[in-house]
């Protein structure tokens, strides 16, 4: 009997976690080295590691959103690397998986093509501009219809995520331009705010989940 | 005055009534992480929630859910 339990934990483990982590790892690393690939390319002497570090969170948010779209998209292969206890359950939660995997491959998208503006980058300006207030808002409306279809704890993990993320931001964005109003670093620029967003927004998901006791591997 | 998590004995009741933590989310409405999370003490559930936890066992929440606060005399 320990056996058994001993061998189905050390399966879940293998499969809710090692083997997501080293997928999602390469496919990380394949987009990264993709991105940079392209933009040195593109951009030639201007490219810069502000537009690259963005880009990367772009595709960071495309891997992840395909990661859980195509395991709610398919239960059964799913539950083979989503944290849920079987395929039903995934079934049971298909709307607000769909919705938040839409919502952020949109935001992820919409971050690459910022990353790629003129006047550096290949895309038009007044292109980007309408891409990426097209892609932000149809994504929040798809993360709002996530939230809308959640039950109270996810509800609840959405809020506290928000506060977490308020927090990250303050902090980590306050403390930057404490040192660069003094001209101890450098200020950052508009595109790091965006990509400082967007990262904190991700780990204030994870803080808020892991509090909740949601990512203890099933 | 700090305000954490409640103990509870929703497990108790749950597999009393021999229902798994599916079952009971199917009956009241809501996700297996929340039966999950609320039988682990990480979320209180809302007053509506409760309420519907102590009629479907038919016990009353205080039964529920513990907490050891005493108003002051």
């Known amino acids: 009997m320990m056996t058994e339990t001993k061998s189905k934990s ?13 997928a999602g790892g390469l496919a990380g690393f394949a987009v990264s080295f993709g991105i940079i690939f392209y933009m040195d390319g593109a951009f030639g002497s201007d490219a810069s590691i502000s537009r690259e570090i963005a880009a990367i969170v772009g595709g960071l948010y495309l891997v992840i959103a395909i990661g859980v779209g195509v395991g709610a998209a398919s239960p059964a292969l799913g539950e083979k690397y989503l944290n849920t206890d079987d395929a039903e359950e ?56 996530s939230h809308k279809a959640s039950d109270e704890l996810f509800a609840a993990v959405n809020i506290e995520a928000s506060m977490w993320a308020y927090v990250g931001t303050v902090l980590i964005g306050g403390s930057w331009m404490v040192g660069a109003h003094l001209q101890l670093v450098p200020a950052l620029a508009p595109i790091d705010w965006l990509t400082l967003f967007y990262v904190v927004a991700l780990a204030a998901s994870f803080i808020a989940s892991g509090r909740r006791g949601m990512l203890k591997i099933k | 005055m700090g305000f954490g998590s409640l103990e509870n004995r929703l497990k108790h009741h749950r597999e009393g009534r021999g229902w798994s933590q599916g079952e009971l989310a199917r009956r009241l409405g809501v996700s297996r992480q929340t039966i999950n999370a609320v039988e682990t003490d990480k979320y209180d559930p809302s007053l509506p929630l409760a309420l519907r936890m102590s009629k479907l066992f038919g016990v009353s929440v205080p039964d529920l859910f513990i907490d050891d606060w005493e108003p002051e005399e």
């Open chain 1, 90 to 145: 995934i079934l049971e939660m298909r709307t607000v998986l769909m919705n938040s995997a839409a919502a952020m491959t949109l935001w992820g998208v919409a971050l690459i093509v910022l990353a790629l503006a003129a006047p550096a980058g290949p895309i038009p300006v007044m292109m980007a501009l309408v891409s990426a207030i097209v892609l932000f808002v149809a994504g929040s409306w798809l993360a709002w219809r």
């Open chain 1, 10 to 22: 050390e399966v879940s483990f293998m499969r809710k976690l090692v083997i997501p982590m080293i």
